[in-house]
Nanobody, 121 residues
Framework: QVQLVESGGGLVQAGGSLRLSCVAS????????MGWYRQAPEKQRELVAT???????NYKDSVKGRFTISRDYAKNTVYLQMNSLKPEDTAVYYC???????????????WGQGTQVTVSS
């Protein structure tokens, strides 16, 4: 099995910054894409940012220029640096990873438990 553990959420004023971290552990042969999603109350979960094994990144339009995704491949860790936070960024943020557990298996998506980010106005 694979576990994803997020940290770094919290309460911050508008204009402030937070850095989220997510560590993948367990039975890992290789990891493809890793990313961050978020879900606000009564809304669907949405993609925030992803980074592939080839270091390509993708961002939700509304966070471009404010958020930066990065990855430590040796530590199976993905980060999300969030600057210039806005109240509309308030949500539970989930880490995801596309993991292959051995050289005979397919890639499977795993999710973290989520971390709350609250931005006050």
């Amino acid at each position: 099995q694979v576990q994803l553990v997020e940290s770094g959420g919290g309460l911050v004023q508008a204009g402030g910054s937070l850095r989220l971290s997510c560590v993948a552990s367990g039975r890992i042969f290789s990891i493809g894409a890793m990313g961050w999603y978020r879900q606000a109350p009564e809304k669907q979960r949405e993609l925030v940012a992803t980074v592939t094994s080839g270091r390509s990144t993708n961002y939700k339009d509304s966070v471009k220029g404010r958020f930066t995704i990065s990855r430590d491949y040796a530590k199976n860790t993905v980060y999300l640096q969030m600057n210039s936070l806005k109240p509309e960024d308030t949500a539970v943020y989930y880490c995801s990873a596309n993991v292959r557990s051995d050289d005979t298996s397919w890639y499977v998506y795993y999710w973290g438990q989520g971390t709350q980010v609250t931005v006050s106005s």
